[in-house]
């Protein structure tokens, strides 16, 4: 977990509150898969979510979401690879999310991708 006085400490904080909230379990937060960092694993019922968190300090710096490039999902598609392997339960629906903080607000983007 990254330390408090981070940026993006406080936006992963908020994200974790938001799914756990929700009845989500949290599995994990900024684990490295694979040589990639996830912000937060989690699950609700038999769907884990691999979860990325982007916050923007102002308009200036462009919206969040845009962050997510194709790039980095092929990252993110390649560390929940990694994860799956490792588990014994095969039957998972796998998703993924991007959670972007705007001036405080939070939006979740269930299936970003």
């Known amino acids: 977990m990254r330390a ?6 406080a936006a ?3 994200a974790r509150r938001h799914y756990r909230l929700r009845g989500y379990r949290i599995l ?3 684990i ?3 040589g990639v960092e996830v912000d937060l694993l989690c699950r609700r019922r038999g769907t884990i979510v ?6 923007k300090a102002g ?3 462009g919206d969040p979401l845009e962050m997510v490039d ?3 999902q092929n990252r993110l598609r390649r560390a929940a ?16 999310d991007v959670v972007a903080v705007r001036g405080g607000e939070l939006e979740r983007v269930e299936n970003a991708f």
């Open 12 to 14: 992963e904080r908020r």
């Open 81 to 96: 690879e990694a994860w799956l392997a490792q588990q014994p339960v095969h039957d998972q629906i796998v998703r993924f």
């Open 32 to 34: 490295r898969l694979a």
């Open 28 to 30: 994990g937060t900024n």
């Open 59 to 61: 308009e200036s710096y």
């Open 70 to 72: 194709e790039r980095k």
């Open 50 to 55: 691999f979860c990325e968190v982007k916050e």
């Open 4 to 9: 408090v006085g981070l940026p993006g400490a």
